[in-house]
């Protein structure tokens, strides 16, 4: 990793919340790095506080204590640089597959003609085209998740911030949209961060596993995933797949016997 330029740096970032009970830590001292055009999956426990991770780097949340820079500068969040993708698309149901697509591009006032392209681009390179003017509840589950995904890297983003975007969707599907993401990723050079609970996933898509440890989290362990094929199918049929998913789900105290 000595090549690669950080993107990112988490250090001790801490959250903390207030109940009718008392206080509850749920986020101690989280440190790790993102690098440019990394994959990044975050696994954890049930309730260990993913969500609050997610949200504290995007920006939705502040942090109690802890430092983000980003390319060396302190931030926040990363509100302006990411574009978010979570198990519900988010799709308003009174717009068309297009006019949900440009969405964000029209809240930047770009031009509409030079948005229309890049959308359509899109939509014919995710094998939506012919469903331009199709609304959303027409849509398959799979289809609506590839809009959500178009939404999202039409606007550029520096970094993809993941929140179980497939966990709703059945096996096959999931499969296909994992390569699908894979391929958008590969082709845009940019960096991903996803939350998952899915051990298969995560080893199926990522550069490198961060474990998170139970409440209050922090990080247990971070886990380079050296798998050739950038496949995910592929990928789950690599000799080292089965290694790496029993050591994750060593690390998480799955049982796989």
Same mark, same amino acid.
């Given at each position: 990793?000595?090549?690669?330029?950080?993107?990112?740096?988490?250090?001790?970032?801490? @959250?903390?919340?207030? #109940?009718?009970?008392?206080?509850?830590?749920?986020?101690?001292?989280?440190?790790?790095?993102?690098?440019?055009?990394?994959?990044?999956?975050?696994?954890?426990?049930?309730?260990?506080? @993913?969500? /609050?991770?997610?949200?504290?780097?995007?920006?939705?949340?502040?942090?109690?204590?802890?430092?983000?820079?980003?390319?060396?500068?302190?931030?926040?969040?990363?509100? %302006?640089?990411?574009?978010?993708?979570?198990?519900?698309?988010?799709?308003?149901?009174?717009?068309?597959?297009?006019?949900?697509?440009?969405?964000?591009?029209?809240?930047?006032?770009?031009?509409?003609?030079?948005?229309?392209?890049?959308?359509?681009?899109?939509?014919? /390179?995710?094998?939506?085209?012919?469903?331009?003017?199709?609304?959303?509840? /027409?849509?398959? %589950?799979?289809?609506?998740?590839?809009?959500?995904?178009?939404?999202?890297?039409?606007?550029?983003?520096?970094?993809?911030?993941?929140?179980?975007?497939?966990?709703?969707?059945?096996?096959? #599907?999931?499969?296909?949209?994992?390569?699908?993401?894979?391929?958008?990723?590969?082709?845009?050079?940019?960096?991903?961060?996803?939350? #998952?609970?899915?051990?298969?996933?995560?080893?199926?898509?990522?550069?490198?596993?961060?474990?998170?440890?139970?409440?209050?989290?922090?990080?247990?362990?971070?886990?380079?995933?050296?798998?050739?094929?950038?496949?995910?199918?592929?990928?789950?049929?690599?000799?080292?797949?089965?290694?790496?998913?029993?050591?994750?789900?060593?690390?998480?105290?799955?049982? #796989?016997?």
């Amino acid at each position: 990793m000595g090549d690669r330029q950080t993107q990112l740096e988490i250090r001790g970032l801490a @959250k903390t919340f207030a #109940t009718r009970s008392g206080t509850v830590p749920v986020v101690r001292d989280l440190t790790f790095d993102i690098y440019e055009r990394d994959f990044v999956s975050i696994i954890g426990p049930s309730g260990c506080g @993913k969500t /609050t991770i997610f949200n504290m780097i995007a920006g939705l949340l502040e942090a109690d204590g802890g430092v983000m820079r980003y390319r060396g500068q302190p931030v926040d969040g990363l509100r %302006g640089r990411i574009g978010y993708m979570m198990q519900k698309d988010l799709l308003f149901p009174w717009r068309t597959v297009l006019q949900n697509a440009l969405l964000g591009l029209e809240m930047r006032n770009v031009d509409r003609q030079e948005a229309r392209e890049k959308a359509l681009d899109y939509l014919n /390179t995710f094998g939506l085209s012919g469903f331009e003017n199709a609304y959303p509840s /027409t849509l398959s %589950g799979g289809q609506r998740q590839r809009v959500a995904l178009i939404r999202t890297l039409v606007m550029d983003p520096d970094i993809l911030l993941l929140d179980e975007p497939f966990s709703a969707l059945d096996y096959q #599907t999931r499969l296909h949209l994992e390569g699908v993401l894979v391929d958008a990723v590969e082709k845009s050079g940019k960096t991903v961060i996803l939350i #998952t609970h899915d051990v298969d996933e995560a080893v199926a898509l990522s550069k490198r596993v961060v474990v998170l440890s139970g409440r209050p989290s922090k990080v247990k362990a971070i886990h380079e995933i050296d798998i050739a094929s950038h496949s995910p199918v592929e990928s789950r049929s690599d000799p080292h797949f089965a290694q790496y998913f029993h050591l994750l789900c060593n690390e998480l105290d799955i049982q #796989t016997h």
